[in-house]
């Protein structure tokens, strides 16, 4: 099958197109012919191996982390899926989704709608769902204001529509030329940089009831003057530095299949807009992953690797 991913970790040039034999699917498992895949900043992380070694044995691995597509076979204690069905979610360990067949973990796999299109069912497993734990963890009431750092990005995007429909107010830091595309979604806009604390306090002079932070680092350690408590904050992505600061890690369901279903209902719904701003086929995942490696987008990248 063509795939596409590495076969040592570095930067883009270490990425490829590769020929690969067709997985099988172990327990837990389901196979999958795929239709679109999601693109994350997870890939290129995991590329450059500052997620650990992705590797098996120097093999080489696909890239892309979420997929949707149509069952092709099914692992031997999997229950609940059949051949032929339409389905998305998480890509099982050393399997990629940027290929012709991944592996799909079945517990973080659900049916796709028949009213959810493939470029949408295939960026909910990833960014979607975190938006979706970071709000379940942080358990806001209607009322309660929200600050999203990194708004501007896939996670934040449907944080704030989540928020929104919860009756949230919601503050988000991006840049400037996110502006249009974060206060479409009723997002108060405060430009990253210096001056964030500031610019929040200078609106809401007690600060907010909880931070979702999608950019860690300083940015991070800074974010405690807006809140009464550091447990008010969770962090999707710095658990090095919500630990020294006292924030939390982000805490993810123990049902993914679950909120994948309720995340698709949203959609079709017209509740959430997974903001898809850009479709590549896979000859083109080259530019897919760097679009997202350079923070470009406003919203998720999709790699089309079959139209049917």
Do not use: C
């Not at 992380?45 to 691995?61: Q, T």
């Not at 979706?132 to 995007?157: E, F, H, S």
């Not at 529509?161 to 979604?185: H, M, S, W, Y």
Request: no cysteine; net charge negative; aromatic share 2%.
């Amino acid at each position: 099958m063509k795939a596409y991913g590495f076969s040592r970790h570095g930067g883009p040039e270490v990425q490829e197109h590769l020929d690969l034999a067709v997985p099988t699917p172990m327990g837990g498992e389901i196979r999958i012919a795929v239709r679109a895949a999601g693109v994350n900043p997870a890939d290129h992380k995991i590329r450059s191996g500052a997620m650990g070694d992705a590797l098996r044995e120097g093999l080489p691995v696909p890239m892309g982390r979420e997929a949707a597509g149509v069952v092709t076979a099914v692992g031997p204690d999997v229950t609940g899926f059949a051949v032929g069905d339409e389905v998305f979610g998480t890509v099982a360990p050393a399997s990629g989704a940027f290929a012709e067949e991944a592996l799909l973990t079945a517990r973080a796999t659900a049916h796709k709608p028949a009213a959810l299109s493939w470029h949408h069912a295939a960026v909910l497993p990833v960014a979607a769902a975190t938006a979706w734990d970071g709000l379940a963890q942080l358990d806001l009431r209607a009322g309660q204001t929200l600050l999203v750092n990194g708004v501007g990005g896939g996670v934040g995007l449907v944080a704030a529509q989540l928020g929104r429909d919860r009756g949230i107010p919601v503050f988000g830091t991006a840049r400037e030329d996110k502006r249009a595309v974060v206060e479409a979604q009723g997002v108060t806009l405060v430009p990253s940089g210096d001056g964030v604390v500031d610019a929040v306090k200078a609106m809401l002079p007690d600060g907010v009831h909880a931070v979702l932070d999608l950019v860690g680092g300083a940015p991070l350690g800074q974010l405690t003057a807006l809140v009464r408590s550091p447990e008010a904050i969770v962090t999707a992505v710095d658990p090095q530095t919500a630990e020294r600061i006292g924030a939390r890690w982000i805490a993810r369901s123990s049902e993914p299949a679950a909120v994948l279903d309720a995340l698709a209902a949203l959609v079709v719904e017209g509740k959430v807009d997974p903001h898809v701003v850009e479709v590549r086929p896979l000859a083109e995942a080259e530019a897919a992953v760097a679009a997202v490696e350079t923070g470009r987008p406003h919203g998720k990248v999709v790699v089309e690797v079959t139209s049917g």
